[in-house]
C-alpha cells in the first residue's frame, strides 16, 4: 500500500520570506507522480506543481519549487517570495503510474504573516 | 460546464436521515473521483469512475454509501441512515481520463455535509 505522510500540520511565514514544506511517502514501486495541491478557503484544491519520479530535475513552477529525492521518498515544496495569497491548507499526493487513486497527505496549513 | 459544480455546498442533516450530494464534472472529462475530507485528516478515497467501465468502490466506508454515474457525466453519491461521523467535506474531481491523470485533477468547491 501507497502512504504519504506531513508532518507539520501548521506552518507560517513572513511575506516575502521564503517556506519549505515537508512530505515523504512509502511505496515499493518504481513508476509514480506526486503533487503538491493547495486547498484555499473556498475549499476548491488546485494543483501547484507536480513531478514525475523517472525524472531526476525538479519541478518549478513560477515562486513554487520542489525538491525530489526519491532514495528518501521525500518531496518538499519550497515557496518563494510568499504572498497572503499563499495562506491555505498543501497536500501532498502520490498516484502510481499504473494506478487510478491518488493518495493524500493529511495537510499542512500555512499562514503567511504580513 | 467551466468547471467541476457540486451542490449543495453545504448539508445539514438528522442522524438517520439520506443525503444525495451530487457532482457536475467538467464536460468532455471521463474520470470522475469522490474523496472524503475530515476534519484533521487527509483526503480519503471514496469512489472512481471511468467511462462506461466498472467503478472502483473500494474506498467506500460502508454499504450505507453509494454511488452512480448516469450518462459518464452527473454523479450522485447518496449516504443512507447518516450517522455523525459522516459529518466531512465530500469532494469531487474530474479529468480527462485515468491515464490523464498524472497531469491535473480539477475539484469542486466541496459540499459540507453536517449529521446532528
Known amino acids: 500500500a501507497q502512504t504519504v505522510t506531513q508532518s507539520q500540520p501548521e506552518m507560517s511565514v513572513q511575506e516575502a520570506e521564503t517556506v519549505t514544506l515537508s512530505c515523504t511517502y512509502d511505496t515499493s514501486e518504481n513508476n509514480y507522480y506526486l503533487f503538491w495541491y493547495k486547498q484555499p478557503p473556498s475549499r476548491q484544491m488546485i494543483l501547484v506543481i507536480r513531478?514525475?519520479?523517472?525524472?531526476?530535475q525538479n519541478a518549478t513552477e513560477n515562486r513554487f519549487s520542489v525538491n525530489f529525492q526519491k532514495a528518501a521518498k521525500s518531496f518538499s515544496l519550497k515557496i518563494s517570495d510568499s504572498q497572503l495569497g499563499d495562506t491555505a491548507m498543501y497536500f501532498c499526493a502520490f498516484l502510481l503510474n499504473t494506478g487510478n487513486q491518488f493518495y493524500f497527505g493529511t495537510g499542512t496549513s500555512l499562514t503567511v504573516i504580513p | 460546464g467551466a468547471g467541476v459544480s457540486q451542490s449543495p455546498s453545504n448539508k445539514v442533516t438528522e442522524k438517520g436521515k439520506d443525503v444525495e450530494l451530487r457532482c457536475d464534472p467538467i464536460s468532455g472529462h471521463t474520470a470522475l473521483y469522490w474523496y472524503r475530507q475530515s476534519l484533521g485528516q487527509g483526503l480519503e478515497f471514496l469512489i472512481y469512475f471511468q467511462g462506461n467501465s466498472a467503478p472502483d468502490k473500494s474506498g467506500l466506508p460502508s454499504d450505507r454509501f453509494s454511488a452512480e454515474r448516469t450518462g459518464g457525466s452527473v454523479s450522485t453519491l447518496t449516504i443512507q441512515r447518516t450517522q455523525q461521523e459522516d459529518s466531512a467535506v465530500y469532494l469531487c474531481?474530474?479529468?480527462?481520463?485515468?491515464?490523464?491523470?498524472?497531469?491535473?485533477?480539477?475539484f469542486g468547491s466541496g459540499t459540507q455535509l453536517s449529521v446532528l
Open positions: 474531481a474530474s479529468s480527462l481520463d485515468h491515464r490523464r491523470a498524472n497531469e491535473k485533477l480539477f
Open positions: 513531478q514525475e519520479a523517472y525524472k531526476q
